[in-house]
């Protein structure tokens, strides 16, 4: 018999077939099947939406497992160009834990809460016998006010261009060296933040957003192969327009990993109509997370539902979505 394996749940290629072949099939509708951030309700008034963080370790250069949960909610709203508003919370104790560190955790979500002006408005409370949980899991729940309407991962055309808000895979590098203590001397850290500023920003600037989506699990490969899937489309990117990090380019180069592939928690992607992508850029980058802000590819039809990379010296490569265990519990 088939068992569920840490590959299923990393963002990538084994968790796309987890949740098509067993939650989309017992679930089944067109809400669902839309397969958004967060599921547009109410006639389009309303997003929603929730997740799990269960990451390890739960403090981590740049924010810990309380931030990550708010900023992980809101951002999902946020990327569906809705206001957060109002949020649940539940949380599975070990028993055992520290009184200070939940107190630390708690405190980062409030300060987060009023990042997206949003608050808690309902929750739950388990505490588990020790070695049931690893420490902590936290959900959050989170409904939001649509303020831009018809953004959608399944309309993009060749009209648009692809961006990206900053240098990708911070989160992903800083948990994993974290996790196993590796000494960096460098200021690698996560970037974990609530995107909701930047996208009023461009909603308050009327630029013509066609789809945001936040490249969490499996990084920035996931989010363009799941664009090019559910547009049917061909994004080409430009390799040398990606922008990495030094930090994160040596710790790709010392582990062998790919940095398309590596989780972040406050960089996301952007299809935006040619005419407004310039303009995009420029009120990207009046913040200073996402100063380095940039285009990096364009849409075609050269090979539907296919990410190719172009790289300078004039080859092309697909870029698939990433496979196998990757960074378990990032996030």
């Known amino acids: 018999m088939k068992s569920i394996t840490l590959a299923h749940g990393n963002g990538g290629q084994e968790n796309n077939e987890l949740i098509s ?25 309303l997003a929603f939406s929730t997740d799990s963080f269960t990451v390890s370790p739960l403090f981590f250069n740049g924010a810990n497992i ?9 951002n999902d709203l946020a ?20 009184f ?38 936290i959900n959050t729940t989170g409904i939001g006010e649509v303020l831009y309407r018809g953004i959608s991962s399944n309309s993009i055309t060749q009209d648009d261009l692809i961006l990206v808000s900053r240098d990708i895979g911070t989160h992903g590098a800083t948990i994993y060296t974290a996790r196993e203590g590796i000494e960096l001397n460098s200021n690698l850290k996560s970037d974990c933040a609530s995107l909701f500023p930047l996208v009023k920003a ?4 009327n630029i013509k957003i066609t789809a945001l989506r936040d490249a969490t699990r499996g990084g920035l490969s ?5 664009w090019a899937k559910q547009s049917n489309i061909c994004i080409e990117v430009d390799e040398d327009s990606i922008p990495i990090s030094d930090e994160v380019k040596g710790v790709c180069e010392m582990l062998g990993f790919e940095a398309t592939n590596l989780a972040n928690e406050g960089t ?9 992508a310039k303009k995009t850029i420029e009120i990207l980058q009046r913040f200073s997370e996402s100063k380095n802000a940039c285009i990096i590819g364009k849409v075609t039809s050269q090979y539907p539902q296919k990410v190719v990379i172009n790289s300078s010296f004039g080859t092309k490569r697909f870029l698939d979505t990433p496979t196998g265990e990757l960074l378990p519990r990032i996030c």
Request: contains cysteine; glycine residues 6%; charged residues 30%.
């Open 66 to 74: 309380g931030k990550l949960a708010i900023c992980g909610t809101c």
């Open 100 to 137: 200070d560190e939940l107190e630390i955790i708690v405190n980062s979500m409030k300060e987060e809460l009023a990042k997206n002006e949003a608050i808690i408005v309902s929750g739950d409370t388990k505490v588990v016998p020790k070695g049931s949980v690893d420490k902590l899991f």
């Open 202 to 205: 461009l909603i308050d600037e």
């Open 79 to 98: 990327m569906m160009g809705a206001k957060p508003k109002y949020l649940t919370c539940s949380v599975i104790i070990e028993e055992g834990f520290s």
């Open 222 to 226: 996931a989010v363009l192969n799941e």
């Open 268 to 276: 996301f992607v952007l299809a935006i109509n040619k005419d407004d």
């Open 21 to 45: 072949k067993i939650f989309y099939k017992a679930f089944k509708n067109e809400i669902l099947e839309k397969s958004e951030d967060a599921s547009i309700i109410e006639d389009g008034k």
